[in-house]
């Protein structure tokens, strides 16, 4: 794999990585409590991270390996995406979301209850709608997934 390849796939992960650390910090220094579909993308950003990761390690000796994790990574980018979509547009709009597939995967999985201060569901979808800067969280997440998914397909089309 090339070096530049790998250090697009260090970035991507560091900057998925940094999301989640802005999210746990809101949460728990700012008391901005997260919902279930707040919990699922946190989950999806730091599968990116792992995918990037083990496409550099696996990458120094099968350099296709680099490209699969890029291609990855942008699917997943932009299964994040949708989800945030569904999150404005859908579940923000509901007084509960504990019948949405992010719900059912959170709580069935076990993270929520596993890994309460990172993946705990502390908040409905439409009590979680807070503003960084004047724009709501949900939109920040779909920005961070846009921009992976599109380092994501870089790296997927590197030679």
Not at 9 to 20: D, E, F, N, R, T
Request: net charge neutral; proline share 3%.
């Amino acid at each position: 794999m090339s070096s530049s390849a790998s250090r697009l796939l260090h970035i991507i992960a560091l900057l998925c990585v940094a999301g989640v650390a802005a999210a746990l910090a809101s949460q728990h220094l700012f008391d901005m409590p997260p919902c279930a579909w707040c919990v699922f993308q946190r989950l999806l950003f730091l599968v990116i991270a792992l995918v990037c990761w083990l496409g550099v390690a696996i990458g120094r000796f099968k350099p296709a390996a680099s490209r699969l994790a890029g291609a990855v990574v942008t699917l997943i980018a932009a299964g994040g995406m949708v989800s945030g979509w569904y999150q404005h547009t859908v579940a923000a709009q509901m007084f509960s979301c504990d019948r949405t597939f992010a719900d059912h995967f959170m709580v069935n999985s076990g993270l929520d209850a596993g890994v309460p201060w990172l993946f705990g569901i502390f908040a409905t979808c439409m009590d979680a709608q807070v503003e960084l800067l004047g724009v709501e969280y949900v939109f920040w997440a779909i920005g961070l997934f846009a921009l992976v998914g599109a380092l994501g397909l870089a790296a997927a089309l590197r030679r």
